[in-house]
């Protein structure tokens, strides 16, 4: 397989994520002078990993805290009412041509005390076997390779206030597409960064604590700029922005029901010549105003995520949601579904997603699951944030 076919296969692969798409060189494929989407390196950082959040439009930064909390913000994790737990999800990616690509992501958390929590996850995207041909004979093979990238994180999260909470996390990127042992190629090989986390959750009680507030925002993937050639040649990291709020009620006794909206935007230069060999810095700030379009195509840069979550008994969870794209930066349009489980220390999430704009989606029409593992609820202790 030549190069060019690789990079439309890979293109392929990130259908969902085709907005955020850059591959060594840091142009995609097709792309044109008058192309608005915006293109990274990584995208996979970006996919929404966990099945609880899937099924609410892919919103999650102010949503209760739970094992998925470090991926959403960091901040929240040490709202977790539990000692320590884990999460295990699983998403197919073009699973309705495709069977060996896939996105597997784990997170595991400990709360040392009221005032503070820990965590450690990974994920990992594997886009299946490759053949490496030397040309356009399917013959006269070089060998076959497994692309596949990954991320590690550790994160910290304390509390302030009663009220508020802040939090942080470290990353390891690691991306290996072209498989440069294979095609002996120089000009390739894997790339590598390192990013941090910021994060900051705000709850509050309402209508004689029947009701919660909750307001969180989180910066991702603040990191350095990531190459897969040489130094001069290298690709922003999708760092992102995330700000959103949570409305959470008990109807009664036995049901509770959460509205939840998240706006979110790559702080990544907008596409315009010279744009890509920004330093990190200067580049990430000034993409709150660099679109050609002005405050206007800077509005469009903008997604929108929003769910409902309905709890019975706090045994059985059911949700729906809706995830929207500008149409010059990507026209992403879907609802999404879920359900969700819990007994005792177990848990189940799954969800389902449906374009409604005819457009084919990476994880369209796949079931997504997560499975978790939580231990009971840390003692109330005396220390206190207010003390």
Not at 32 to 45: C, K
Not at 156 to 172: M, N
Not at 267 to 272: E, G, L, Q
Not at 354 to 377: W, Y
């Amino acid at each position: 397989m030549n190069k060019l076919r690789i990079l439309l296969l890979l293109c392929s692969g990130f259908a969902c994520s085709l907005p955020l798409l850059a591959q060594p060189g840091g142009t995609l494929v097709g792309q044109d002078s008058t192309n608005r989407i915006i293109t990274t390196a990584v995208p996979f950082l970006t996919i929404t990993p966990d099945s609880r959040a899937a099924g609410m439009g892919d919103a999650g930064v102010a949503t209760s805290a739970d094992a998925n909390s470090a991926f959403w913000n960091s901040a929240k994790l040490v709202r977790v009412d539990n000692s320590f737990g884990g999460s295990a999800s699983y998403t197919p990616w073009l699973g309705k041509i495709i069977n060996d690509m896939y996105i597997f992501y784990l997170s595991g958390f400990y709360k040392i005390n009221r005032e503070q929590a820990v965590a450690v996850s990974m994920k990992y995207f594997d886009l299946g076997d490759i053949q490496f041909n030397k040309g356009p004979n399917p013959y006269d093979i070089l060998g076959r390779y497994n692309p596949r990238e990954y991320a590690f994180d550790v994160t910290y999260s304390r509390l302030l206030t009663e009220d508020l909470s802040i939090g942080g996390a470290i990353r390891y990127i690691h991306s290996n597409l072209t498989g440069s042992g294979i095609t002996g190629t120089a000009d390739s090989r894997p790339g590598n960064s390192l990013a941090v986390d910021l994060g900051v959750y705000y709850t509050k009680q309402l209508l004689s604590n029947s009701s919660v507030l909750t307001l969180g925002a989180n910066m991702s993937n603040l990191g350095s700029k990531l190459s897969y050639s040489d130094a001069e040649s290298k690709d922003f990291i999708p760092a992102n922005l995330r700000i959103g709020g949570a409305f959470h009620t008990d109807l009664d006794p036995y049901n509770s029901i959460t509205f939840a909206l998240d706006f979110n935007k790559l702080m990544v230069p907008s596409p315009y010549p010279g744009s890509k060999g920004q330093p990190f810095l200067s580049g990430t700030f000034a993409s709150f105003t660099d679109a050609r379009g002005g405050f206007k195509e800077e509005m469009h840069e903008v997604t929108t995520s929003m769910g409902i979550e309905y709890w019975y008994k706090q045994l059985f969870a059911g949700r729906v949601g809706y995830f929207l794209e500008s149409k010059d930066k990507g026209n992403r349009k879907y609802l999404t579904a879920g359900l969700g489980l819990r007994f005792n220390v177990f848990g189940f999430d799954m969800a389902y997603i449906v374009p409604t704009n005819k457009r084919e989606i990476a994880t369209a029409e796949q079931i997504r699951v997560t499975l978790m593992l939580v231990m009971a609820k840390r003692a109330t202790e005396d220390d206190s944030v207010t003390d």
